[in-house]
């Protein structure tokens, strides 16, 4: 089987699953990138150095050779790409195409009445509904958005980005988060609205409040806490300025853009990772690459990884509607409860380990590209390439707290 993938351009949150599929299927498989990153990734050290990756090519270098792979592989993974025009001539051909998805209408559903934008819609997606076109969806939100637009009825699949996954020896696993001394919470991401970095100051200054969460009759171990701030963006500024008015300064570690490897460092001495994000964001690697690492998950529900990554109760907590207060409540209550947060954060690494990672990605992919190619649509039973099911925003916060519940009651 050929295999081509085609998006913007490569980063660390495509690699290993790239990595992944180049290795099993060697050089049938391929990844055109359609244009070159922007200065400001770069600057976020999402530089893939991708002229050393064998398996990329470059369409605005080699437009004919890379057209020739797009049009004529097996099966075509489709990420987002300005070069429709491509992946139109690819669809109207009648082999097998796989978009690959962020939700179109994060801004807000109402936009699917824009005359205009149902005709984009209908160009690029609806019209193949009953084509050998499917879509993997990059956010629990996807399926809601595409169904609205009576696209790929049955043919939505759960999936995601895949950062690099980092497994530790049982000795590794204990060594890394400290059991008392300074309790580690960390917040990873670009400083803009949307994100909502600002709730990280109204935590510290609630923490600041308890001080009973630290004394020497408190239920947790630790007699401190920090707030590791990683990331950089316009509210820089504006951050630092709260953290000192607030009484921060020594409470609040500010590191601005990291590589992924150091942000990965922060993470694996943290206790509970923060995700603050509101709708407007697609995907959040950074949940995957914290789960990963061992932290508890307090995240907002409205942000696309987290009804796939994060079951309430199990490896994480959610909180709807980018609600402070209840942000604030559930890291609370994970301070106060020290033995479910660790096992939390033990359940979390395992969620991405057996199941949310690149590896156990590309072959699920892969086996279920070679059941298309057979005639067959061969779904797995859970995690990515799992039926994406089709949950209005307004129901999914109730949706995943419904499920957390269930799963506790099972137990």
Known sequence: MTLTFISNYINHHQIPFCN???????????????????????????????????????????????????????????????REDLIGQRLSSGKCTVRVSERPYREGQWKAISPKGLIRKYLDHTRYRKGEAYLLCAGAYVPSDFHIVRAYPGKMFRFGYFPETVTYSREQWESLKPDSGCLNLVWAGRFIPLKHPEQMIALGKELLKRKELFGNDATNPFDDFRIHMVGSGEM?????????????????????????????????????????????????????????????????????????????????????????EEMIKQVLYLIENPAIRKEMGRSAYETITGLWNAKHAAEAFIRFAEGLLEGKCVPEKEGPLSPAPVIAPRKMYAYVTKAGRKEKNNE
């Open 236 to 324: 820089e500024a504006e951050l630092k300025a709260m953290a000192r008015e607030a009484g921060l300064d020594g409470k609040m570690t500010f590191y601005g853009f990291q590589k992924p490897d150091e942000v990965r460092k922060i993470m694996e001495k943290s206790h509970i990772h923060i995700f603050t994000s509101n709708h407007l964001e697609g995907w959040g690697a950074v949940v995957n690459e914290a789960m990963n690492s061992g932290c508890a998950e307090v995240a907002n529900v409205q942000a696309g990884a987290v009804p796939y990554l994060v079951e309430h109760g199990k490896n994480g907590l959610v909180y709807p509607d980018a609600n402070q």
């Open 20 to 82: 992944a599929c180049y290795e099993m299927l060697g050089e049938d498989f391929c990844f055109i990138q359609t244009q070159p990153m922007e200065q400001e990734r770069i600057d976020m050290g999402w530089d893939a150095d991708a002229k050393k990756i064998p398996y990329v090519r470059f369409l605005y270098e080699e437009e004919a050779a890379c057209k020739e792979a797009v049009l004529s592989c097996d099966v075509l993974l489709a990420g987002w790409t300005d």
